[in-house]
């Protein structure tokens, strides 16, 4: 049922590797949209010993890539057909808010059996997802995640040459080596870095060996969809790979990475490289934790090389609105542990409140309650943020709907100086700034991703207007 246009496929660059990548279907699309897409129950083939009841769009996992255009219109028919109401959010999209998919912020919950129409023109190229927004914590954990990709015009596309273009969905699943469900939350762990799954897969596989061309420019883009976890991406030493975007933004000079690069929760990471000319070469890429590099997954070449001499190239830049820093306000934003755990007893049932944003607990909201926004931003105008980490935990803080430019902070060099980002990683004790032009008039979701920790408190949302 996966349903795409011609145009998508025509620009598609997954031919060659598609029984590792999502699947894009041939069938023709109902008329008027360039997606029919449905959240439902799906089998998942992800345990060594046994499948698992789980959820998929198009009752798969991965889920479709979804490939827009940049600056064309994309319309998407999202059927539910869980038993339980579900949205979907586009994040990092700068989109209209009722395009948005929170409930009741922006659109109202799509019940069980019922459709919904998304459509909008992305301004941005670059590599986005797409989650649900309820119940986030099962409805993410069980599958619902995919990319996003918006290309570039096609005359860019051209000029980039990349000859593959393989999106890598990083995600930890909850599950034991027979398949069963273990608990996506425990108190104790929301409380601290949140709970971690068991079963590391990329693009649902363990452990995979991809297959690249031999010599081909290739274009990985990776994307934390995770619940919890925190990948640091090491490509091998002798391979030239250059980070081209953060986040879904183009970085101005593509640079080589010498440390590991830290991917919280919703974050992203396009790396190019010219495969090695030759057939077999193994290329490691590896995940740190702690002091060590554990293995990630494969890349391997096949094939023959073409002769054609290739460069990495630079992305056209991102069209963000550039924040008058000199005039911007500042408003401050202390991210918290709050308080003491009660015994384990009463905390299995009922919410949890261990996290506030200016001392407040997100209190959840309903269609005739909608809580207080966080503050109320002047559209049109440049503000910076001071988002200060007090805890001994990392927080990828995350606002919908803008993206901001990093400009500094207390614990270490932000580089690429002022790189774009729409989720932006806190270290412990670490005070980041960033600024933004309030563009876009709408009530905006703004929370961290590691979704046990918007769940217990960490959320909030920003008014514009
Ligand atoms: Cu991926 Cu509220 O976001
Ligand atoms: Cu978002
Ligand atoms: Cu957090």
């Not at 273990?182 to 108190?187: I, K, V």
């Not at 391979?239 to 101005?252: F, R, S, T, Y």
């Not at 060099?413 to 700034?433: A, S």
Request: hydrophobic letters at 40%; one cysteine or more.
């Amino acid at each position: 049922m996966p349903l795409s246009r011609r145009r998508f496929i025509a620009s598609s660059l997954l031919l060659p590797f598609s029984t590792l990548l999502p699947r894009i279907s041939l069938a023709s699309p109902e008329v008027g949209f360039d997606y029919v897409l449905t959240a439902q129950p799906a089998t998942l083939d992800i345990s060594p010993e046994g499948s698992t009841a789980g959820f998929g769009f198009d009752g798969q996992f991965p889920a479709p890539v979804l490939r827009a255009k940049q600056g064309q219109k994309i319309r998407i028919k999202f059927i539910n057909l869980l038993k339980e109401p579900t949205t979907i959010h586009w994040h990092g999209l700068r989109i209209p808010i009722e395009m948005d998919g929170v409930p009741f912020l922006s659109q109202p919950p799509i019940k069980s059996g019922e459709f919904y129409i998304y459509e909008f023109t992305p301004p941005d190229a670059g590599t986005f997802w797409y989650h649900p927004h309820v119940n986030s914590i099962e409805q993410l954990g069980k599958g619902l995640v995919g990319a996003f990709i918006v290309e570039e015009s096609d005359n860019e596309l051209k000029k980039l040459a990349f000859d593959q273009d393989i999106p890598l969905l990083l995600k930890n699943w909850h599950l034991d080596d027979q398949g069963h469900w273990l608990p996506f939350s425990t108190p104790r762990q929301s409380a601290r870095m949140g709970t971690p799954g068991r079963i590391e897969t990329i693009n649902g596989l363990r452990a995979p060996q991809l297959k690249v061309q031999a010599g081909s420019l290739v274009r990985l883009r990776f994307l934390n969809v995770d619940n919890t976890v925190m990948y640091r991406i090491v490509m091998p030493k002798g391979l030239d790979a250059k980070v081209i975007a953060i986040d879904g933004n183009a970085v101005n000079v593509p640079f080589s990475l010498h440390e590991p690069w830290a991917m919280g929760p919703g974050m992203r990471l396009d790396i190019a490289f010219i495969a090695p000319s030759k057939e077999g070469q193994v290329i490691d890429i590896k995940n740190r934790q702690g002091k060590l590099n554990f293995n990630f997954f494969t890349l391997i070449t096949e094939g023959k090389a073409a002769q054609k001499t290739k460069i990495i190239p630079t992305l056209p830049a991102s069209v963000i609105p550039v924040p008058d820093i000199k005039n911007a306000q500042k408003i401050n934003f202390t991210f918290e542990w709050q308080g003491a755990i009660t015994p384990a007893d009463k905390l299995l049932q009922g919410k949890h409140d261990f996290w506030v944003i200016n001392k407040r607990a997100w209190e959840g909201m309903s269609r005739d309650n909608i809580p207080a926004p966080l503050v109320k931003l002047e559209l049109g105008k440049s503000y910076i943020f001071n988002l200060r980490n007090v805890t001994q935990y990392h927080h990828p803080i995350h606002l919908h709907g803008h993206t901001w430019t990093v400009l500094k902070s207390n614990k270490r060099d932000i580089h690429p100086q002022g790189y774009h980002t729409d989720t932006v990683l806190l270290g412990k004790n670490e005070t980041v700034q960033v600024a933004f032009v309030a563009d876009n008039p709408g009530r905006w979701m703004y929370h961290c991703h590691v979704i046990e920790h918007m769940n217990t408190g960490l959320m909030g949302f920003i008014e514009v207007s």
